[in-house]
Structures are given as structure tokens and as C-alpha cells.
Nanobody, 127 residues
Framework: QGLLVGSGGGLVQVGDSLTLSCGAP????????MGWFRQTPGKGREFVAA????????YYADSVKGRFTISGDSAKNTVALQMNSLKPGDSAVYYC????????????????????WGQGTQVTVSS
């Protein structure tokens, strides 16, 4: 089992809501940022949302801004993604990600900034 465990995916209808969760059960450590990415077959991993614990900054892809909300607990290294008004285009495997440190010039919208990943959870939005 990897460091991160994600959950909460499922099959929903257009307009429904879903909450994804991710954490590192049984582990105690400090991290700098956590985020969510998604991937569909034949495409690369796409940024969805991220947050840093310092400054409590949150970042969102334009495609989800206003519909998705990221939240987390830095002490527990857990992160959640509340997804509202889901669309068929949101269907994907969602991966949570974690960065232990802040590196100079880190772009929290880039998958390259994260060193640890969850196993992925499938979200399917049916029309």
C-alpha cells in the first residue's frame, strides 16, 4: 500500500455532488501541499485543485472553479475535494497528491511538484 489512500468515487448523475477524501493512515509526518489531479484514458494527468498549508492558499483549474472546493487538515495530512454540479466531462480517475516540501518555483498546478500519489478513485458522471 502506498503512502496516500483516496476514496469517495462513484457513479453519479449530472448535477449531483460527490466528495473525495484522501489521507495517509497510520503515518505521522509534515507536508507542504496536497492536491487533486484527474486522468482519462489516453490523456495525461490534469490538474484539478491544490492547497498549501502555509498561507492556506488554494488553486483551482478553470474548468472546476466555482463548483469544486478543496479542504484539508495539515496536522493529519488529509485532503478532501467537494465536487458540486458535476458534469460528464468531470468523469475520470481522480488522484490525490502530496508534496513534502516547498521547492523554489514550485508550481502546485503541475504533477511534477508532487512526490506521493494515491491509488486513484473513479468518478463517473452519467447523463
Amino acid at each position: 500500500q502506498g503512502l496516500l489512500v483516496g476514496s469517495g468515487g462513484g457513479l453519479v448523475q449530472v448535477g449531483d455532488s460527490l466528495t473525495l477524501s484522501c489521507g495517509a493512515p497510520g503515518r505521522t509526518f509534515s507536508s507542504y501541499a496536497m492536491g487533486w489531479f484527474r486522468q482519462t484514458p489516453g490523456k495525461g494527468r490534469e490538474f484539478v485543485a491544490a492547497m498549501t498549508w502555509t498561507g492556506d492558499n488554494a488553486y483551482y483549474a478553470d474548468s472546476v472553479k466555482g463548483r469544486f472546493t478543496i479542504s484539508g487538515d495539515s496536522a493529519k495530512n488529509t485532503v478532501a475535494l467537494q465536487m458540486n454540479s458535476l458534469k460528464p466531462g468531470d468523469s475520470a480517475v481522480y488522484y490525490c497528491a502530496l508534496a513534502l516540501y516547498n521547492t523554489y518555483g514550485a508550481d502546485w498546478r503541475s504533477a511534477l511538484s508532487y512526490g506521493y500519489w494515491g491509488q486513484g478513485t473513479q468518478v463517473t458522471v452519467s447523463s
